[in-house]
């Protein structure tokens, strides 16, 4: 992305202080860190929720995915649930279409028995997205369930990438991978 973009430029600073908790943690992937990335304190605050789905949507066009050409967004619950809201609402403020949809981690035993909540992806062009990614194994096991759904997943797309090999894992699937922020951004590396 440009780095000139005042959007991504704030949004740089909000995940500075709202996101980045220092301390031993141990991140979902099973690794330690010496710092959490915890999203979700900035992809649900009122100031960086709406700069996430402007700044997502210009990372994905920027790389030659217009989101005209996209149906719909999501990915695992929970982290990519608030991204994929924020751009369905950027999408709207822009006058596009765009569908969002929530990926369950097992389908639902009840009701529906769905997997994949939201408007049908069969046959829809999607992007898989998540707030942070360590390994990519969140991402890859939504484009999973998204193919067997029918789904044509053209991209993953993260908020964060800690630079701990989930582009490669991803792209090494055959997914084009995008990162808004790398962790040199936030001053992290």
Do not use: C, W
């Not at 704030?10 to 991140?27: D, P, W, Y």
């Not at 099973?30 to 009122?46: I, K, N, Q, S």
């Not at 982290?79 to 990926?103: E, I, N, Q, W």
């Amino acid at each position: 992305m440009k780095n000139n973009d005042p959007q991504l430029s704030r949004l740089t600073e909000l995940v500075k202080t709202l996101s980045v908790v220092h301390g031993k943690v141990t991140l979902a992937s099973g690794r330690e860190a010496d710092f959490y990335v915890d999203m979700r304190r900035a992809t649900l605050h009122h100031e960086a929720a709406p700069l996430i789905g402007h700044v997502m949507i210009d990372l994905l066009e920027e790389n030659g995915f217009p989101i005209s050409e996209i149906d719909a967004v999501g990915g695992l619950t929970m982290g990519a649930d608030p991204v994929a809201s924020a751009m369905l609402h950027a999408a709207a403020a822009r006058g596009l279409d765009l569908d969002a949809f929530v990926v369950r981690k097992v389908a639902k035993d009840h009701g529906m028995k769905r997997q994949i909540e939201g408007p049908e992806v069969a046959g829809k062009r999607v992007v898989v997205l998540e707030d942070t990614s360590t390994t990519g194994g969140s991402p890859l096991q939504a484009a999973n369930a998204l193919e067997a759904a029918g789904a044509k997943v053209v991209a993953v797309a993260v908020i964060v990438d800690r630079d701990t090999g989930a582009q490669q894992r991803i792209e090494e699937a055959g997914y084009p991978y995008f990162a808004a922020l790398h962790l040199a951004d936030l001053g992290l590396s």
